[in-house]
């Protein structure tokens, strides 16, 4: 897995973020962050899988996100 920076808020992540399991392997990118800005509640991401196949956005919701950084997402454990 590359460096990915400093850990950031979901707040300021970007679409095209990497996506990576806990283990390194790199399984898509941000597609969208879903939140409720006003209530500052932080859902997850959506997630465009690698190889991108018809139906391959998978919602991953924010309790199976282990860290956000400035380039990447890692997802937690079993994720």
């Not at 990497?18 to 392997?25: H, L, M, P």
Request: proline share 5%; aromatic share 6%.
């Amino acid at each position: 897995m590359d460096d990915l920076g400093a850990p950031i808020s979901y707040l300021v992540l970007e679409k095209g973020a990497d996506v990576y399991t806990s283990e390194g392997e790199k399984i898509g990118k941000v597609a969208e962050v879903q939140a409720d800005t006003g209530e500052d509640i932080f859902e997850g991401i959506v997630v465009n899988r690698t190889p991108l196949l018809p139906g391959g956005e998978e919602l991953i919701t924010a309790d199976r996100i282990e860290e956000i950084y400035e380039r990447g997402v890692v997802l937690a454990p079993g994720a």
